[in-house]
């Protein structure tokens, strides 16, 4: 069992950074591939990023490369999400997730596990 716990979120100007964090509870969090989405109102939930459990290994959605990062703690059991360049159009509840394998989190939103969600909000 896996719990997932996101912070960070806010209110920030285009243009302004933010880093969400993920904590993860639970003796296996190493073993899982981990991911972040996001969900904007009205619209369904999209895959932004994601890195394997292995080798570290990273994806991103084309909306985010370049402006986004992932990267993992497994000693701390955290997966932050570093936001750069932010733009209105990424306003949405973020969420962390934790999956078997980044092409299950890529392709379907295939996940074990999810957080409550992170609200990140971009004026303009």
């Known amino acids: 069992q896996v719990q997932l716990v996101e912070s960070g979120g806010g209110l920030v100007q285009a243009g302004g950074s933010l880093r969400l964090s993920c904590a993860a509870s639970?003796?296996?969090?190493?073993?899982?591939?981990m991911g972040w989405f996001r969900q904007a109102p009205g619209k369904e939930r999209e895959f932004v990023a994601a890195?394997?459990?292995?080798?570290?290994?990273?994806y991103y959605a084309d909306s985010v490369k370049g402006r986004f990062t992932i990267s993992r703690d497994n000693a701390k059991n955290t997966v932050y999400l570093q936001m750069n360049s932010l733009k209105p159009e990424d306003t949405a509840v973020y969420y962390c997730?934790?999956?078997?394998?980044?092409?299950?989190?890529?392709?379907?939103?295939?996940?074990?596990?999810w957080g409550q969600g992170t609200q990140v909000t971009v004026s303009s």
């Open positions: 997730a934790a999956g078997q394998d980044t092409s299950r989190l890529r392709v379907g939103g295939r996940a074990d596990y």
């Open positions: 639970g003796r296996t969090f190493n073993s899982y591939s």
């Open positions: 890195i394997s459990w292995s080798h570290g290994s990273t």
